[in-house]
């Protein structure tokens, strides 16, 4: 297999234990099903990612048994972040330039970090142009891997440093099949009286006053229907007017400090767009995970390159074992794209709920559209039953 073009990975000493290491990452992530994989490394004067995408450079002030700690640029030179990873104390954390940190602890009993495999790690998630502190998690949870070909259980990942502690139990949300995304009330009359289980109401950059009444029409439509309507962004309306859920993005979570809403028991919807975002989350006490965008789409402007269907079942993984661990199902949704033909994919990844827009918005016929889409539903439950998959 030849590396993407334009892609490598470059590294200032290449020993023979940090080549086979890195042989080692290179075919669990071939096995993962990851086709783009730079399967080479070359010499340099530091580690060195470069994607068709972007480029990153690596200047490490330390790398032994003890620590390593690096300074991330980018390709003209402007440091992004720094790392430091304290391999023997059980703590690592990421400094992003002008804005937020992030810290995880773990038992250094329990991970055990040969140096060479955790840069291998690192190096490897940066070429597949996952985020720089996704990267950081899946080089400190592959350690605690031995015959899995990826980190995919929540056992292996390290607890993040909490923000909120004083988190209510959240009632549960029916966030099972299609899930319609919509943007005014009139939609959210029409599809409520198909068979859908919940939907949203997203409006977007409009003052409270301007949107109270909708929101409440909408929550007093989902009560007459037996539908959760759920309420994005606009948490103090949605509360005032008593939404059984409301969804928030991850630029919400931090703003919500002493609010009310982490008392409620208001159900929670959360996206995410990767593993630490999805860990992240987690302390909120989610009444489901958004995931995406698993495909382009022209629906909202995205900060981030689609997923695709390889990193949704990476973290619908993750999440499953999320709810095994506790002892119940994470429910999640993938949205981004999807439409009847990409669902089919979408669906056998294990997520609960698939999120679409125009798919419905721009149906002829809404109805008929829902209950294709809800047929897709019914057949994977179907083949699950006969196969006896739980």
Known sequence: MNSPLNSFIQSPTITPAFEKAFSLVVSKAITAGFSNVITAISGGDSYVVATPNQTF????????????????VDSDNHQIASLVVLHTKGQDSITFSGASSFEWAYKP????????????????ALSLEFT?????????????????????????????????????????????????????????????????????????DKSNDAVSEDIRRAIQIGR????????????????EHGASCIHLGQEDLAKLADSRLLSSETGLGISTHGYYEIIN??????????????????????????????KLNLYQALITSI???RGDILPSVAIGGIDLERAPLVIQSGVTSVAVVRAVTQAHDKHE????????????????EATHVV
């Open 281 to 310: 989350a987690l302390q909120y006490k989610p009444s489901y995970l958004a995931l995406g965008h698993i495909f382009p789409t022209t629906t909202k402007e995205m900060p981030s390159s689609p997923q695709g269907l390889i």
């Open 323 to 325: 709810g095994e661990q």
């Open 109 to 124: 009993e329990d991970y055990p970090t040969c140096s060479d495999s955790y840069v291998a790690w690192l190096l490897i």
């Open 224 to 239: 007459e229907r037996g539908v959760d309507v759920v309420i994005n962004d606009y948490w103090e309306l949605a509360l």
């Open 132 to 204: 720089i502190e996704d990267a950081a998690l899946i080089a400190r949870s592959a350690q605690h891997v031995s015959c899995e070909t990826w980190p995919n259980h929540i056992k292996f990942f390290p607890q993040l440093t909490a923000r909120h502690h004083q988190v209510v139990t959240r009632k549960s949300t029916r966030c099972y099949g299609l899930y319609p995304v919509l943007d005014n009330l009139e939609l959210v009359d029409e599809v409520s009286k198909s068979d859908v289980n919940i939907l949203q109401l997203r409006i977007k």
């Open 369 to 384: 559209v829902v209950k294709k889409f809800q047929q897709l539903f019914e057949q994977k439950h179907q083949f699950e």
């Open 57 to 72: 450079k690596l200047v490490a002030d330390n790398n032994d048994e003890q620590q390593f700690s690096a300074t991330i």
